[in-house]
């Protein structure tokens, strides 16, 4: 079978590849366990170097996802599984309204599209956002059944996708999973446009000696997840049966709230256990920013997600253990 990831040279996207590669099947359109032959990373911009960790069933394209005979070419087999991730961000989306709208919508749609032109049922998993939930009459913590009233044009993007997708599962078009993300922790490389980029920020920064310019309070709570169990929800979901999710295939992911100031403690107590330095965190409140992050859900109800059995963080301090692990430590 073939693999198509959006997104795929981005953090997540290209981590979900790598993970692939190392399990080898996945479940077909067969309803078994079949073989991946093919995977491709889709992305906007591609890297000049390839990223260790794939081999020669993995390809990597670069294209415009608003483009429809591009998306088209991509999903070009019946036994393609889809993982959705190619998105303009929070922070990007309300600098660019006309753009976040022809890549989330306009290209969600050429990929709900390019799966209903394939015989039977293509699985596709799409990574939408808490940030689907805000507004005034928003609750303390939000679930998989609160109203969507997002406040950004990011949220609006996903929520919309979240409604089509359920939509064509129901025509039969496609057989769709929602992954709704709390904010993941920790990315390497440069900060992003993100709104919350800070969180991963908090950590990357100050564990590579540089400092961190913090543009919340620190009593700001954020609802985290790890990378790790990040890509091994994105495909716990694609393996569920058809049934599980039923009529609703949108899920919060598990997660857990930290303020900024746990965050600090907690690389502070890992960074201390490994012999680490740190760099200096700066704090410097950007009205932009916190306008956003104000409107997003702090807290989330992820019991839906944990009884489907999708994994949960051990701790955050486990997490910046894993990031040291992961990306700082020389290979063995």
């Known amino acids: 079978m073939k693999v198509v990831i959006t997104g795929g040279t981005g953090f997540v996207g290209l981590n979900i590849g790598r993970a692939l590669v190392r399990r080898g099947t996945l479940t077909g359109p067969s309803g078994g366990q079949?073989?991946?032959?093919?995977i491709v990373l889709f992305d906007a911009v591609t890297p000049d170097e390839r990223p260790a960790g794939l081999d020669d069933r993995v390809s990597?394209?670069?294209?415009d996802i608003s483009d429809r005979d591009t998306v088209f070419g991509l999903v070009d087999r019946d036994d393609t599984s889809v993982f959705h991730l190619a998105s303009i961000v929070s922070g990007h989306g309300e600098q660019d309204f006309d753009l976040a709208l022809i890549v989330?919508?306009?290209?969600?749609?050429?990929?709900?599209?390019?799966?209903?032109a394939r015989a039977g049922a293509p699985r596709l998993v799409f990574a939408s956002s808490i940030a689907v939930f805000g507004g005034a009459a928003m609750p303390g913590v939000v679930g998989d059944d609160t109203k969507q009233t997002a406040q950004t044009t990011y949220g609006v993007t996903k929520t919309i996708m979240e409604l089509l997708i359920n939509d064509y599962t129901r025509k039969g078009f496609l057989d769709?999973?929602?992954a709704r993300l709390p904010t993941i922790i920790i990315r390497p490389g440069r900060?992003?446009?993100?709104?919350?980029?800070?969180?991963?920020?908090?950590f990357r920064e100050p564990l590579n000696g540089e400092e961190c310019v913090l543009p919340v309070v620190r009593g700001?709570?954020?609802?985290?997840?790890g990378y790790r169990n990040t890509v091994a929800s994105f495909i716990a979901l694609h393996e569920l049966a058809p049934d599980a999710l039923g009529d609703d295939r949108a899920v919060n992911l598990p997660s857990r709230a930290y303020s900024v100031t746990e965050m600090v403690s907690a690389l502070e107590r890992v960074a201390g256990a490994n012999g680490l330095s740190l760099g200096p965190i700066v704090d410097r409140?950007?009205?932009r920013i916190e306008?956003?992050?104000k409107t997003w859900a702090h807290q989330a109800n992820d019991s839906r997600a944990r009884g489907l059995g999708l994994p949960a963080d051990e701790s955050l301090d486990r997490v910046v253990q894993d990031y040291i692990d992961d990306f700082l430590k020389p290979a063995a």
């Open 220 to 225: 700001t709570e954020m609802p985290l997840l």
């Open 60 to 63: 990597i394209v670069a294209g």
């Open 104 to 116: 989330n919508l306009d290209g969600g749609r050429h990929v709900l599209e390019a799966c209903r």
């Open 34 to 38: 079949e073989e991946i032959d093919s």
């Open 176 to 178: 769709g999973r929602s």
């Open 291 to 293: 306008a956003i992050v």
């Open 191 to 202: 900060p992003n446009a993100a709104a919350s980029s800070f969180c991963s920020g908090v």
């Open 285 to 287: 409140p950007d009205p």
